[in-house]
């Protein structure tokens, strides 16, 4: 009667142990970064998209501003007539062009400062899980190894 349970014992820890360096082989190849910058280039992609929008709205806007006054100036016998630029709309776009930059670039640090943390929590995530399948792995090989000498002795 012992035998056979002793023999069920030994394959339940030889599983145990076989599971254990699969999964410490696995997780030592794994890259929980990769997910990580993919998420991050993803928030980073949804904000840009904005930003550039609004910069491509501003800068047409200062084309259709700017573009009468240099087509008059560039044709020929244009030394009088060149209409004047709106100077304080011009200003206005430039400061909106700028405050969206600094904001575009406050969003990316923002964006980086995140996923560091979120990765450095990963890290530690991943290195308590191979801590824990080290241990299962010590106790997988103990219980086969007892159980494998319990068996032979109860045997012969």
């Not at 501003?65 to 560039?74: E, M, Q």
């Not at 020929?76 to 062009?97: H, I, K, S, T």
């Not at 406050?106 to 899980?129: S, Y």
């Amino acid at each position: 009667m012992a035998i056979p349970l002793l023999f069920l014992a030994f394959v339940v820890f030889a599983a145990t142990v076989a599971t254990s360096a699969l999964r410490i082989n696995e997780k030592g190849l794994e890259i929980p970064r990769v997910t990580v910058w993919n998420r991050q280039e993803e928030a980073q992609q949804a904000g840009l998209e904005t930003r550039l929008r609004q910069k491509n709205e501003i800068l047409d806007r200062k084309e259709v501003l700017v573009r009468p006054v240099v087509d008059a100036a560039l044709a020929p016998g244009a030394a009088e007539g060149v209409p004047e630029r709106d100077e304080a709309e011009l200003a206005d776009l430039d400061a909106r062009f700028d405050a969206l930059s600094q904001e575009t670039e406050d969003h990316l640090q923002a964006t980086r400062q995140d996923m560091a943390g979120v990765r450095d929590e990963r890290e530690h995530l991943r290195g308590f899980a191979l801590r824990a399948e080290r241990v299962f792995l010590v106790v997988g090989v103990v219980g086969a190894v007892v159980s494998a000498a319990l068996l032979l002795y109860l045997s012969a």
